[in-house]
């Protein structure tokens, strides 16, 4: 599969994000209250996620510590909560299927390639490397080392100013509507990534980034001139 169905080959950087864009970790998030608790040998309620979705994490871990009746204090929940996510990092959370051949063929490409998350550097560094790709990219950047979120555009300026690159040169992939946004009025081009978490916002997405793509579109396409039987989950994923 030829790269320049979506990058412009004069383009020169490439800046990913990395959860929900090339890690297959939302439902990992999504779920994180429900998974902890229930390590702890609690039962979550219904509505968990929804009752903490607006929490900070000391919120969250007070709120699990009252309601579950949890022995730790919630300095050390949330100590708990931080080396459980870690340790899904470092050692379960995959690749989204079809990212590794794109990344490959993109460095081989010679593009400049960058990460900026919004997850814990050594987290997005040990996930990275466990997956074999970690060095397929020049840099890891996370918001803190801007000190600006992915809701203001300055964090891609800046990465492309870290980068040596003008934004008008740089393409971004989000799934998320809010950073496709931003990198949109960074003047980044801007690739929507496909996620089923983030999926009520897939229209917006399409209709403000210059392209989107599909990562099981991609791999499948890739195999689909050895198995034709693929060309039908190829229409499938493609006009939804």
């Known amino acids: 599969m030829r790269l320049d169905n979506w990058i412009d080959k004069n383009k020169k950087l490439l800046i990913f994000d990395m959860d929900g864009t090339l890690l297959d970790s939302m439902e990992f998030w999504q779920n994180l209250g429900r998974q902890y608790l229930e390590s702890k040998g609690k039962t979550p309620e219904n509505n968990l996620e929804k009752i903490i979705e607006s929490m900070t994490l000391k919120e969250s871990a007070s709120y699990f510590k009252t309601k579950y009746n949890l022995e730790e204090d919630v300095e050390t929940i949330i100590k708990q909560v931080l080396d459980f996510i870690e340790d899904k990092y470092l050692n379960e959370i995959p690749l989204k299927k079809g990212v590794k051949e794109f990344l490959i063929k993109?460095?081989?490409?010679?593009?400049?390639?960058?990460?900026?998350?919004?997850?814990?550097?050594?987290?997005?560094?040990?996930?990275?490397?466990?997956?074999?790709?970690?060095?397929?990219?020049?840099?890891?950047?996370?918001?803190?080392?801007?000190?600006?979120?992915?809701?203001?555009?300055?964090?891609?300026?800046?990465?492309?100013?870290?980068?040596?690159?003008?934004?008008?040169?740089?393409?971004?992939?989000?799934?998320?509507?809010?950073?496709?946004?931003?990198?949109?009025?960074?003047?980044?081009?801007?690739?929507?990534?496909?996620?089923?978490?983030?999926?009520?916002?897939?229209?917006?997405?399409?209709?403000?980034?210059?392209?989107?793509?599909?990562?099981?579109?991609?791999?499948?396409?890739?195999?689909?001139?050895?198995?034709?039987?693929?060309?039908?989950?190829?229409?499938?994923?493609?006009?939804?």
């Open 106 to 240: 993109a460095h081989s490409n010679g593009y400049k390639m960058c990460i900026l998350t919004t997850s814990e550097k050594s987290q997005a560094i040990g996930a990275l490397k466990r997956t074999g790709v970690l060095d397929l990219f020049d840099e890891v950047y996370t918001d803190r080392d801007f000190d600006l979120s992915k809701k203001n555009p300055q964090i891609y300026i800046k990465t492309c100013e870290k980068m040596d690159e003008l934004p008008s040169d740089t393409v971004v992939f989000e799934d998320a509507l809010y950073a496709v946004e931003s990198a949109k009025k960074a003047q980044c081009t801007v690739i929507g990534v496909y996620d089923e978490y983030s999926k009520c916002d897939w229209q917006n997405i399409k209709n403000i980034a210059n392209s989107t793509i599909d990562w099981r579109w991609y791999w499948y396409n890739n195999r689909a001139s050895t198995n034709p039987k693929i060309m039908y989950l190829l229409f499938y994923i493609n006009e939804r």
